[in-house]
């Protein structure tokens, strides 16, 4: 590579391609980074990907890079490397795989969700797939041990088979439709305890936050659980539409003959309703809230405030974060 060609000027591939200030920006930008299609792409490939954003980063590009080329290396890279440590993540933990392994797991709660022991596997299933995924993308600045990942999952898959098999006991003499709901409530449940477990550093010891020009202020603990709220929220949003609208689709089709003929294809069937779902709502979901998350001066913990105003006035009303995802 000793001819290098400089990159165009103005043109910065880290900024996103979307205004990420307006809903309709960030569900641009995450149907991009959580495009499934991503998720068959060749390691060779993924760390060409890198190469060249690291390069754009440094100011040089292999001569007669066009600017697509840059995006949608910086699409890969976005989809296979982690943001903070820029390491490459495993493939089940990426946001990309969200909808192919979400659709598998959520369309098998909601078919075996009968007996007792389909219930407790596949919710087994789903918690060490989220545990997985939360643990993929952690905020690489508030490390997490493996013993805390351990008490997590253990809590979390406890929480969601508590809830599912007790719901589904309760719901025998219920009517059919509410217990076709149990799923959803057992992963609800779960998700309120299983990210704020993963993520307990950050609750624990804070995270950084900066002001709009990204210099250090501090540490809060408010600002980590305004961030830990909005992604609890964003996870039960992305599972909601399809675990809540699918079983009454289901409902009314079962009620045909031609189902009833059917029956070894109702699970493919809802897999693949869960993927039309989850297509959608994986990124929606992501960009409910900004990913640079800020927090009111008067939200935050009174120390915190009172070395900001010392040393900066008021001149920093707000304070910014990365909420993770």
């Not at 290396?73 to 440590?85: C, I, R």
């Not at 006035?313 to 304070?319: A, S």
């Amino acid at each position: 590579h000793s001819k290098m060609a400089t990159v165009p000027l103005g043109f910065n591939i880290d900024a996103p391609q979307w205004d990420q200030s307006t809903f309709v920006g960030r569900l641009k930008h995450f149907l991009n980074i959580t495009d499934p299609r991503t998720v068959l792409v060749p390691e060779e490939e993924l760390d060409r990907a890198k190469a060249l954003v690291e390069g754009c980063r440094a100011g040089l590009v292999p001569p007669g890079s066009s600017q697509e080329q840059l995006l949608y290396a910086k699409k890969l890279y976005d989809s296979a490397f982690h943001p903070d440590s820029g390491e490459k993540m495993n493939l089940i933990g990426r946001m990309s795989f969200q909808v192919p392994g979400g659709m598998a797991i959520t369309g098998f709660m909601l078919q075996f969700y009968r007996t007792v022991p389909a219930v407790v596997f596949w919710q087994w299933v789903n918690q060490s797939f989220n545990a997985f995924v939360n643990y993929t993308n952690r905020n690489a600045a508030s490390p997490i041990s493996l013993r805390q990942i351990g008490v997590a999952y253990v809590t979390a898959t406890g929480a969601a088979l508590a809830t599912a098999v007790g719901l589904n006991l309760y719901t025998k003499r219920a009517p059919p439709l509410l217990a076709r709901w149990v799923p959803f409530a057992a992963v609800a449940a779960a998700n309120c305890i299983n990210i704020p477990m993963m993520r307990q550093q950050e609750i624990i010891n804070g995270i950084t936050v900066t002001d709009g020009d990204n210099n250090e202020l501090g540490r809060s603990r408010r600002a980590a659980v305004k961030g830990i709220t909005q992604v609890v929220v964003s996870r039960i949003t992305m599972a909601a539409p399809g675990m809540i609208i699918l079983p009454i689709i289901m409902e009314r089709l079962e009620k045909f003959t031609f189902m009833q003929r059917i029956r070894v294809l109702h699970g493919p069937l809802q897999v693949l309703l869960c993927g039309g779902f989850l297509l959608f709502m994986v990124p929606a979901a992501c960009a409910l809230f900004p990913q640079r998350c800020s927090l009111a001066l008067a939200d935050l913990e009174l120390e915190l405030r009172d070395s900001i105003v010392a040393k900066h006035g008021d001149k920093v009303p707000y304070v910014y974060f990365n909420k993770g995802l």
